[in-house]
Structures are given as structure tokens and as C-alpha cells.
């Protein structure tokens, strides 16, 4: 049986830069797929992002994504985790949207 996570997400500030987000405690983020009209970038809190990372299987477990900032709150899958290759500090994270059956 597949366990159900959650996460929350914000719109990312189109001003933002990447590497003063994750000095801030956030990870840039990506939603998108056949239920989204273009691509969505997203922030999220480093630390839940590092949870989810950790109990979730990439592409496989579904997550309940959030957005307070949207009318949007769907499931997803994590479909990329990008993390720094000596310091395994995350990166950026890329959400896909699954198709409502």
C-alpha cells in the first residue's frame, strides 16, 4: 500500500534568484503536466522538501501538492530531485501533476 504525502508550496517571485532562495530556507520548484496549462515555478520550505525527499519514492509515491497562492491543489509525483553533488544539499525539485481519472 502507497503512502499519501503532503507538501506546500508558494508562487516563486519572478525576481527570485535561486541561490538567495535556498540562503532564505527555500528550494525553486517546478509543476507541470497534462492537467496544468504551462509550467508553475514554485518554492518550497527546505525542510519539508528534505522530509519528502526522504520518505517518497521519485515517480512512484503520490503527494499532495498545495498552493494557498492558486486555486490549485492536486496530486503529484516527484518526478526530479536535484541535489549538489558533494554537499547532498537539495537543489531543485520538479513536481508532475497527475491526470484526474
Known amino acids: 500500500m502507497s503512502r499519501s504525502l503532503a507538501i506546500e508550496g508558494q508562487l516563486r517571485p519572478?525576481?527570485?534568484?535561486?541561490?538567495?532562495l535556498r540562503r532564505n530556507g527555500k528550494i525553486p520548484a517546478v509543476l507541470y503536466g497534462p492537467t496544468i496549462e504551462s509550467s508553475i515555478s514554485l518554492v518550497v520550505d527546505t525542510r519539508a522538501a528534505e522530509l519528502l525527499v526522504r520518505d517518497a519514492r521519485p515517480q512512484k509515491t503520490p503527494i499532495q501538492l498545495s498552493i494557498p497562492d492558486l486555486?490549485?491543489?492536486?496530486?503529484?509525483?516527484?518526478?526530479?530531485?536535484q541535489a549538489h553533488p558533494a554537499k547532498?544539499?537539495?537543489?531543485?525539485?520538479?513536481?508532475?501533476?497527475?491526470?484526474?481519472?
Open 14 to 20: 519572478a525576481d527570485a534568484k535561486p541561490n538567495a
Open 88 to 101: 547532498d544539499t537539495l537543489y531543485h525539485l520538479s513536481f508532475l501533476a497527475k491526470a484526474e481519472n
Open 71 to 81: 486555486p490549485w491543489q492536486g496530486t503529484v509525483v516527484l518526478q526530479e530531485v
